[in-house]
């Protein structure tokens, strides 16, 4: 049996619900066959009425005194469950982890490392290899933190299972995933993080992202979209509050010209303004660039170019860390 100190570096987060055996397999041995040894693996069971989860963990239990099981009384959903592992969690990061996915052997050792010499960076996660339905290697997720805080304004930048955070920003700051969202919880708590110092992704593979039709986030797609709508639209009105703007969500259709007359010509406020109207589903981007053009053709021109070439086309960023 391999046994656990009382100290650990890494806390690795996963929650089970009803993964077939086989992909939960996989997802776990992946984890135990890491090369870096130091961590505790927290696994919160979510279906404690289905056996299969309770012959799998009770076993692994047996073999490995670093694994953790927590069993709810019900199913409560993944974002309540990943606050019961926060709760418990002692290491000094904190690592997360699907049960259908697949953690390459040196994940956690380069996402240590990049940490440890990172000190700025309070969350980092990787590119991804996606597989199953859909075989093809993500590189376009952005690996500096100018592009990252950029792109967070559009949608999710940072794939859950890579996520690798800085546990002293989660205890010191209470920081836990908003209980309100049940899909896109992880896009909220990056949101959140980055108050507090720069989130990005290592620019390598570091993880098997598995897609299948029988997967909870294919099944509820359209719930997940609102609930990232919502977020997005948080962070945006904090970004807005920032160059002292408010603006009522109801009455946006009315409020274009008015929120330009508030704004510096500049890029950057420009770019807020256009990223507010796109942040909502039943605009098309035919509806933005008549709304650009009629408030000023200069915008158009000049920042609209230039908002596409840096949020569509990230690999023109080179890596700021």
Avoid at 93 to 114: G, N, T, V, W
Avoid at 148 to 156: A, D, R, V, Y
Avoid at 157 to 171: D, G, K, S, V, Y
Avoid at 213 to 237: F, G, H, P, V, Y
Wanted: hydrophobic fraction near 40%; proline fraction near 3%.
């Amino acid at each position: 049996m391999i046994k656990k100190t009382s100290l650990v570096k890494i806390s690795i987060l996963m929650s089970v619900f009803s993964e077939p055996e086989n992909w939960l397999n996989k997802a776990i041995d992946s984890i135990l066959n890491q090369t870096f040894k130091d961590f505790e693996f927290i696994i919160i069971n979510d279906n404690p009425k289905r056996k299969e989860n309770d012959l799998i963990l009770k076993e692994l239990q047996q073999k490995d005194s670093r694994v953790i099981v927590i069993k709810n009384t019900e199913n409560i959903g993944l974002t309540k469950s990943l606050n019961k592992g926060l709760l418990v969690a002692k290491g000094k990061y904190i690592a997360r982890m699907d049960a259908d996915d697949i953690s390459l052997p040196e994940r956690l050792s380069r996402q240590f490392d990049f940490m440890e010499n990172h000190k700025k960076v309070v969350a980092c996660g990787s590119f991804i290899r996606v597989f199953g339905k859909i075989n093809r290697v993500d590189k376009s997720l952005p690996t500096n933190y100018k592009q990252f805080k950029n792109i967070l304004l559009i949608k999710n930048p940072l794939p859950h299972p890579t996520a690798f955070i800085r546990n002293e920003i989660i205890q010191k700051n209470k920081i836990k995933y908003n209980e309100k969202y049940k899909y896109s919880q992880d896009y909220g708590l990056w949101s959140e993080l980055s108050k507090y110092g720069f989130l990005t992704n290592i620019p390598e593979v570091l993880l098997h992202y598995r897609v299948a039709d029988n997967q909870i986030s294919i099944k509820n797609k359209k719930e997940q979209t609102l609930c990232a709508q919502s977020i997005r639209l948080e962070l945006l009105k904090r970004e807005l509050k920032k160059i002292h703007i408010e603006f009522d969500i109801n009455s946006l259709n009315h409020m274009s010209l008015s929120i330009y007359n508030k704004l510096d010509r500049n890029e950057y406020r420009s770019y807020m303004l256009l990223l507010l109207f796109l942040s909502y589903i039943n605009y098309t981007g035919k509806d933005i660039f008549l709304l650009i053009y009629r408030v000023n053709v200069k915008v158009l021109i000049v920042n609209f170019k230039l908002i596409v070439q840096r949020v569509l086309f990230t690999r023109q960023y080179q890596p700021l860390l």
